[in-house]
């Protein structure tokens, strides 16, 4: 019964920047992993970013990347808000895609975390 919803997406210029948002909502005991992947056209989908529910170490980082966004996305969250961001800076055409959001829920039922997804978001960049 948890949901998650995209928002930002839109058109911008090569060398821009666009700022993602997700909000996670309903019945929530706790939520794990959030991240954001993307699809361009005929194209598989991605794993762009990753963040953990903690706080990175010294010994390791709770963010992960993809080596083509790495040094130009930043992923972050606000755990009380229960909310995912990802900053987008640099944009380049290859960015364009639908970028969804992903929660890592934890079910009461069962357990055992289950993956929600959101619907995405459209990014189309520009030359």
């Known amino acids: 019964q948890v949901q998650v919803v995209e928002s930002g997406g839109g058109l911008v210029q090569a060398g821009g920047s666009l700022t993602l948002s997700c909000v996670a909502s309903?019945?929530?005991?706790?939520?794990?992993?959030m991240g954001w992947y993307r699809q361009a056209p005929g194209k598989q989908r991605e794993l762009v970013a990753l963040i953990k529910s903690g706080e990175s170490t010294f010994f390791r980082e709770n963010t992960n990347y993809a080596d083509s966004v790495k040094g130009r996305f930043t992923i972050s969250r606000d755990n009380a808000k229960n909310t995912v961001f990802l900053q987008m800076n640099s944009l380049q055409p290859e960015d364009t895609a639908v970028y969804y959001c992903?929660?890592?829920?934890?079910?009461?039922?069962?357990?055992?975390?289950?993956?929600?997804w959101g619907q995405g978001t459209l990014v189309t960049v520009s030359a």
């Open positions: 309903g019945r929530i005991f706790s939520i794990g992993v």
């Open positions: 992903k929660a890592d829920s934890l079910d009461i039922n069962s357990y055992k975390y289950l993956e929600i």
